[in-house]
Every structure is written in structure tokens, then in C-alpha cells.
């Protein structure tokens, strides 16, 4: 059992940067593939940005490339979701998760669908202010 633990939500204004962080509870943190979530109010959750087990692979939706940078520390357990120029339409409840499930060798080792991540953390508000 993997417990993911999200840092670094916070309200901001338009324009201004946060980074959010990813703790994970296991050793095995390498094995994972991880990825970044976010549900805005009254919306369904959807990918924001995932990388692969190594972080030599990085996939990111079309309406946060260019501004956000996902990362990932082995050493410390931690996967990071850098975020710059931020917009309001970014307020959301960021989520990180674990995939297990996607092999290292397919489609760059990581998945931008829900179904394939195991562990799931709480949840980091962010609210940008226009």
C-alpha cells in the first residue's frame, strides 16, 4: 500500500507560480510511473501531466504545456508539479497517483488514464485569483 501525501496548494493570483509536492511512503517509489490530476468545481477530474518511472518521459495536457513542469526525485520519494503563469481556469483540487500498471516500455512508460493508477493522495487546493 503506497500513501501519497500532496504539499504546496495555496491561493495565488493570475500569473504567479506554485509548485506542488508528492511524498510517497514506500521505498519501491521508482517502480511507479506518477501523475498529476485536477478536478475544478462541478467538473470530472482530468490528467494534467504524468511521468514515467526514470523521468525520462513526460506527457503533458494541451492546456498546461509550456507552463507546467512535472518532476520526479527518486531519491526522496517525491514527484513534483512545478506550475508558472498560472490562470484562474487552473483553480482546481490537484491529485497525485501511482501507476503500476503501465509497462516501462509502453507508450513512454507512463498513462494519462485514471484507470491505470493504483494510489491515490488526498488532494492540494489551488485557487487562482484573477
Known amino acids: 500500500q503506497v500513501q501519497l501525501v500532496e504539499s504546496g496548494g495555496g491561493l495565488v493570483q493570475t500569473g504567479d507560480s506554485l509548485r506542488l509536492s508528492c511524498a510517497a511512503s514506500e521505498h519501491t517509489f521508482s517502480t511507479y510511473a506518477m501523475g498529476w490530476f485536477r478536478q475544478a468545481p462541478g467538473k470530472e477530474r482530468e490528467f494534467v501531466a504524468a511521468i514515467s518511472r526514470r523521468g525520462g518521459s513526460t506527457y503533458y495536457t494541451e492546456s498546461v504545456k509550456g507552463r507546467f513542469t512535472i518532476s520526479r526525485d527518486n531519491a526522496k520519494n517525491t514527484v513534483y508539479l512545478q506550475m508558472n503563469n498560472l490562470k484562474p481556469e487552473d483553480t482546481a483540487v490537484y491529485y497525485c497517483?501511482?501507476?503500476?500498471?503501465?509497462?516501462?516500455?509502453?507508450?513512454?512508460?507512463?498513462?494519462?488514464?485514471?484507470?491505470?493508477?493504483?494510489?491515490w493522495g488526498q488532494g492540494a487546493q489551488v485557487t487562482v485569483s484573477s
Open positions: 497517483a501511482a501507476d503500476g500498471q503501465t509497462p516501462p516500455y509502453y507508450s513512454g512508460g507512463y498513462s494519462i488514464n485514471e484507470g491505470s493508477y493504483d494510489y
